[in-house]
């Protein structure tokens, strides 16, 4: 019979966590987890020997299968608790911090790297924030313990194999279709193949957990509306995945690793920040089951390229009578992918500031050559709206001051860049939502951004079901 004590949808980071807190607090209760993908052995992206994306279905090898995005990111655990979501203003600071410091020695004892990038330094960091505060900027201090994407699948690889010697139930290949809520109580979830192959099953559990990562944002804002499941928009990320030389960055990636820079420029004075910083690092495509092609980075322990990349994103705030950040975001991603055939777009700064496309001949004698070969030159102030692009421009200019060189001509900045975490699933300290046995985390919820914060509050929620099953 398929009866479980806990269900979990999405085998990212905070259901993987969710898992593993549970069994460690409370031995012997049944534990199912649904995964659309594979597990991580067997998740391949064929771009290593096409050189290019082919939009694999049923879907991105890159987002999807057993630790989600993680296993093929960069792998960057930031060690605090101002970085990472809203998380900590749900539970407080210190406990955040506490749930993070906990949950990095788990990391360890699955074989993370014991090094910590950022610390120390601190003349070095000193110079760097007083050239932050000149410009306007905050600069943000959070130790970064890194994984490395080829690192990072073997950690995940452990950490799958543990859960299935445990007596953890895992649905490689299947998707929630919807959950049973019943008199306001959630019983369960049906499930059915992401294969096309007819298989539907009812799996019933005392408590459904459900994090789905930021793929499944849309999803999960769709059945909150479906359910009536309190909740209410958030904010939006939108932005670009800006690349250059590793000379550039040197200062800030020997001392820091990851700057994590954060403004409200003028006019619009919109927050705009730098995030997932790669040193050495290489600009990736995912793609999301509508069709959508995003850019990401990641960063390899061994392979480095010569360039570095990182994030600038725009947070976007809509109010009344607005209410679809998300779909905002995908319009933006969408017209994008139409000026590039489907692909992302690349577009060197000088030529923005120009008012000019980039063609393919000029990247190939520009000092920055691009990391990922398969971008289409263009123009992406075509499909960037005019405040985004504005916050980008003048974020850059005042990043320039901190790093030298950061605003210059041949800086290639790809689009688009998207975070979808804009819902925000209302929760109580326990992680309760408004339907009872029912409980929201990670990316997906909105609470969180990134591994870590991620992998904490799947702790929390460990611990609070190891109380009351």
């Known amino acids: 019979m398929n009866q479980y004590d806990v269900l979990i949808i999405g085998a990212g980071p905070a259901g993987i966590f969710t898992a593993l807190e549970l069994l460690r607090k409370n031995e012997g209760k049944r534990i ?11 998740r391949r992206c064929p771009k290593a020997k096409t ?69 120390g330094h601190e003349k ?22 890194h994984l490395g994407t080829e690192k990072a699948q073997q950690l995940y690889f452990d950490i799958e194999q543990f859960l299935l010697k445990a007596g953890v139930e895992i649905y490689f290949g299947y998707v929630c279709q919807d959950v049973i809520v019943e008199d306001n109580v959630c019983k369960g979830a049906v499930i059915e193949t992401s294969t096309g192959h007819t298989d539907t099953r009812t799996l019933y559990a005392r408590h459904v957990v459900v994090a789905t990562g930021r793929k499944g944002a849309d999803w999960l804002e769709k059945l909150c509306e479906q359910h009536d499941i309190a909740h209410q928009p958030g904010t939006v ?91 905002y975001a995908q319009k933006v991603g969408e017209l994008t992918n139409m000026l590039a055939n489907g692909r992302l777009l690349v577009q060197r700064y000088g030529d923005i500031l120009s008012g000019k496309r980039t063609w393919e001949k000029e990247l190939t004698f520009s000092n920055v050559r691009p990391t990922l070969p398969d971008a289409v030159a263009g123009d992406i102030t075509a499909a960037m709206p005019y405040r985004a692009m504005l916050n980008i421009i003048n974020f850059i200019q005042a990043v320039d ?30 992680l309760n939502t408004s339907i009872q046995g029912l409980h929201c985390l990670g990316d997906s919820s909105g609470w969180t951004r990134g591994l870590m914060m991620a992998s904490a509050m799947g702790v929390l929620m460990g611990r609070k079901l190891a109380d009351i099953l």
Do not use: W
């Not at 199912?32 to 067997?42: L, N, R, T």
């Not at 060189?405 to 326990?430: C, H, I, W």
């Open 51 to 119: 050189k290019e994306c082919v939009n694999c279905k049923p879907y991105c090898h890159i987002t999807t299968g057993f630790s989600g995005a993680g296993a093929f990111s960069d792998g960057k655990l930031s060690l605090s608790y101002e970085v990472g979501g809203d998380f900590p203003s749900l539970v407080g600071e210190d406990f955040a911090q506490e749930l993070i410091n906990y949950t990095d020695t788990i990391y360890l004892e699955f074989g993370a790297d014991t090094h910590v990038e950022g610390l």
């Open 32 to 42: 199912a987890i649904v995964e659309k993908g594979q597990p991580v052995e067997k």
């Open 401 to 430: 001051h901190v790093v030298p060189g950061f605003a210059g001509n041949e800086t290639l900045l790809y689009s688009p860049e998207l975070k979808f975490y804009s819902n925000r699933v209302k929760m109580d300290q326990d």
């Open 237 to 327: 990320d939108i932005g670009v995945r800006v690349e250059v030389r590793n000379e550039i960055m040197e200062d800030v990636n020997e001392v820091l690793y990851e700057s994590k820079l954060i403004g409200y420029p003028m006019p619009f004075k919109n927050k705009v920040r730098t995030f997932c910083q790669n040193p050495g690092g290489f600009v990736s495509q995912e793609n999301y089951d509508n069709d959508l092609a995003v850019v990401n980075g990641h960063s390899y322990k061994d392979l480095k390229s010569k360039n570095t990349n990182l994030a600038i994103l725009c947070s976007h705030n809509f109010t009344y009578p607005f209410n679809q950040p998300i779909a």
């Open 124 to 145: 070095e960091v000193k110079e760097i924030r007083k050239r932050a505060i000149q410009a306007g900027l905050k600069l943000v201090d959070c130790p970064i313990r």
